[in-house]
């Protein structure tokens, strides 16, 4: 299993979060949403090589912590993931997206400097401008866009770019969300959960919850679960040998 895009340091108990996912053998890569959040959860996923670290922040926080910007670079050395990254559009956010934009387009240039970095990306409402700044900046490298709601053209537009995709059982709900996987190209898929944000009704996801994109993803497919894990599996090495030490190759 492989979730590409969660944050363990936000469940409740987020030591037993790190203990659940390697007792299950789990692909994860935990992203931060505040660059001060990094050493905490770098000391805590000591001894569980499976679980990489993103060095974040979250667009939605943006507005009050953009100066922590300026931790990215000595950070970066420590990590080939960066995430949660962005820019967020929804109405909420609005007002910041000008200074949003800005310090997106400073992490693409960190990232760019230091020989380029895997990118979870969060685009919300927002999908164009993010393209936008990853043509800019084509050394930041590879950009992974986490649960993508663009329009049909603004997807062609990221796999032109070379994006990729991580997909999570609440994309796959909506009839909209399932019509835009259908869209990506198998061999530039992962799956994710993006929890403990994203939920079911009440409860939100964990990481092994993947096993339910992976069912859309059969289904959207047409072809087998194993079939699916295989596709899966594969990615991911690929995706891994884009940058130096990245995930460990699945088995
Ligand atoms: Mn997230």
């Known amino acids: 299993m492989i979730d590409l895009h969660c944050h363990l340091d936000l469940y409740p108990d987020p030591a037993e979060m790190v203990r659940l996912v390697t007792e299950r053998g789990i692909y994860v890569l935990s992203v931060t949403t505040t660059p001060r959040a990094f050493p905490v959860m770098k000391r805590m996923i000591k001894g569980s090589p499976r679980i990489r670290l993103g060095l974040g922040l979250h667009p939605e926080l943006v507005a009050q912590r ?38 997106f387009r400073r992490i693409l240039k960190h990232c ?16 164009g401008r993010v393209i936008d700044c990853l043509a800019e900046t084509p050394g930041a490298g590879t950009p992974v866009l986490h649960w993508f709601s663009g329009s049909a053209k603004e997807l062609e537009r990221a796999v032109a770019l070379g994006a990729w995709f991580s997909v999570g059982p609440a994309m796959t709900r909506s009839e909209r969300g399932r019509f835009l996987v259908a869209g990506m190209p198998r061999d530039r898929v992962l799956t994710e959960t993006d929890g403990p944000f994203a939920r079911d009704g009440n409860t939100p996801f964990n990481p092994w919850d993947v096993t339910r994109a992976e069912t859309a993803l059969a289904e959207l497919w047409g072809i087998a679960p194993d079939r699916v894990r295989h596709v899966l599996s594969a990615n991911l090495r690929q995706l891994s040998e884009t940058s130096d030490g990245a995930l460990r190759k699945p088995a």
């Open 66 to 103: 953009h100066s922590e910007v300026d931790f990215f670079p000595a950070l970066l050395g420590e990590t080939a993931y960066v995430g949660e990254v962005g820019i967020d559009g929804s109405p909420a956010n609005r007002a910041s997206v000008p200074l949003q934009e800005r310090t």
């Open 112 to 127: 760019s400097d230091r020989g380029g970095r895997i990118l979870s990306i969060h685009s919300r409402g927002a999908a």
